[in-house]
């Protein structure tokens, strides 16, 4: 099917236009983007290279994962096309500081908007290749990492039931911050998570005092060697990675934690897990899985459904069988705040 500017502007049809890069991905995507979101993030001198320009690629490309869209990067600078436009307008204000005021990223509605983002399209050019910054030396890491502000790598996100009704809070931290951050050491595994753990003890006292009061459920990353403070008030949640539950030290960390007062969430479920292992066993009151549609599948719904309700908190969710699911199995929904 050929998809032309008339069909999505409503336009009178004009004359052939020539091929152009970049045009054919926003004359296929805009159709179907009604209702959506464009933000473009023009090309700035001060995000051509170094840390800047990694931490707006990194928030680019979290909009995308959870609010949907398609990236598409030009030598005048970088759109996300038909995402959310909540995602749009928390990825604008987290970029607008990285980059000068006369820079900053516009958010673009859709359809209303379509005629300013065929105009960029046609005359985009492909961005160059992306040169790969140096390894830093890991022994700089501790100081890098304490020298990252929270707003830089902490996100916030609402927990709520499939009607939308609110159930709680969630302060995660950025996984693409933070492998923005180390750069190509974001490529070995165990760095990442010891630079997250890392971030989660140094961040530690903040969290906790947010989590100590509030209505609802309050999810924080905990870090594995240092329990948080004591608190009376019920709702906290001390979040961890999966693998946390396969340290041989997990039992006392867990005693620890339901000792002052902290409930335990398990993060980092996805779809293939549950072949693997029967998420009902898993030692936490909460566990934290990312939405595929591969949970749709029968076996996985009925997975999820004999946990019961309450235990399940989808990430990524959005869409309709996201919720359908999420309806099934009494599960929660962390939507971005």
């Known amino acids: 099917m050929t998809v032309t500017v008339a069909a999505v502007t409503g336009a009178a049809p004009g004359p052939a236009m020539p091929p152009r890069p970049l045009l054919a991905a926003v004359l ?14 023009p090309e700035a001198p001060r995000l051509r290279a170094g840390a800047r320009r990694r931490m707006a690629e990194a928030i680019l490309e979290e909009a995308a ?69 140096a390894a830093p030396d890991p022994g700089g890491l501790p100081a890098a ?11 916030a996100e609402r927990l709520t ?25 974001a490529a070995d595994p165990d760095l990442l998570a ?16 947010w989590a100590a009061a509030g209505p609802g459920l309050r999810l924080v990353p905990v870090a594995r060697r240092g329990p948080p ?12 990675p999966l693998a946390a539950a396969a340290d041989p030290g997990f039992p006392a960390l867990r005693e620890r934690l339901t000792g002052r007062g902290w409930d335990i969430a398990l993060a980092g479920l996805e779809a293939a897990c549950l072949a693997l292992l029967d998420p009902a066993r ?6 934290l899985l990312r939405w595929s549609p591969a949970l749709a599948a029968p076996d996985a ?12 908190v989808l990430e990524g969710a959005g869409d309709p069988a996201c919720l359908a699911a999420a309806q099934a199995a009494g599960a929660l929904l962390a939507r971005g705040a």
């Open 28 to 41: 296929a995507t805009l159709p179907g983007a009604a209702g959506r979101a464009a933000l473009l993030l």
């Open 65 to 133: 994962a959870t609010g949907g869209g398609l990236l598409l990067r030009a030598a005048e600078g970088t759109l996300l096309l038909g995402t959310s436009p909540a995602t749009a307008r928390r990825a604008a204000g987290a970029l607008g500081p990285l980059a000068q005021a006369e820079d900053a990223p516009a958010v673009w509605r859709l359809p209303q908007d379509a005629p300013r983002i065929l105009a960029w399209a046609t005359e985009a050019s492909p961005a160059p290749a992306i040169a790969r910054a």
């Open 145 to 155: 990492l304490d020298a990252l502000p929270p707003e830089a790598v902490l996100r």
């Open 161 to 185: 039931d499939p009607a939308g009704a609110p159930r709680g809070r969630r302060l995660r931290l950025s996984h693409h911050a933070i492998a923005a951050a180390l750069g190509p050491l």
């Open 194 to 209: 010891h630079a997250e753990d890392r971030l989660a003890a140094r961040l530690l006292p903040g969290l906790g005092a």
């Open 229 to 240: 403070p004591p608190t009376a008030a019920p709702g906290a949640v001390a979040v961890l």
């Open 282 to 287: 898993l030692p936490a009151g909460l566990l």
């Open 301 to 312: 719904t009925a997975a999820l459904r004999a946990l019961g309700p309450g235990r399940l």
